[in-house]
């Protein structure tokens, strides 16, 4: 990694990090525990907003963050009706490569504004996008979560624009893991490869573990 000041902060990035898991065991950091990861995934399942009194709720107490969690945009293009569709396209065609999830201000499966004929008669559905004349004040860190079923198996990738080492990166690890678990359930598929790609992967100089990472 590079060593650099980001907003005033000394930071560790890495550029263009891919990590692959083959087994689905792997170790989170204490940070992201047990109860919390069920808690939450239970909350964006059921299209429970990130809200102050939520993120006081649930975040570990000992955490020196205020920032381990999912906000709105990602929560609301991720639960049961949405996962329910992924299922769907992959049951009606498993060597299909449309079993995306894309978060941002117009998710995947918002309604569509234009619809055309393709050859063989069905309708496609183009999907709206994002008017980046606007001024955003955040951009979501996650992009999409691709499911893809190969030889028999359901392999998940999941892409990040930023993640933090220490916080964000456990904090993700954790509840793709029981969503590609979940996936794996909805379709009657054996999990596979989880693949974990992130464009800058980074540490602020005051997390633990950042001179380690530095060696």
Known sequence: GEQTVVRGKDTLEYIGISIGFEDQVFAVSDVVDEDYVLKELQNILMRRDCTEEHVREHLN???????????????????????????????KDPMSRRGVLSFGPNEMFSEPNVTHQVDNDEKREEYNVPDYSEDHWEVPC??????????????????ARSSDIYLGMPYDLALFQ????????????????????????????NEEGYIGLND
């Open 178 to 205: 029981k969503i590609h678990n979940i996936m794996g359930n909805m379709t009657n598929t054996e999990v596979g490869k989880f693949t974990y790609s992130v464009d800058v992967l980074h540490a602020y100089g």
């Open 142 to 159: 996650l992009v999409n979560a691709h499911f893809l079923i190969r030889h028999g198996k359901l392999h998940l990738c999941v892409k």
């Open 61 to 91: 107490p000992d955490a020196d963050s205020g920032n381990i969690f999912w906000g709105n945009e990602v929560r609301s293009a991720l639960n049961v009706e949405t996962l329910s569709r992924v299922a769907e396209i992959l049951l």
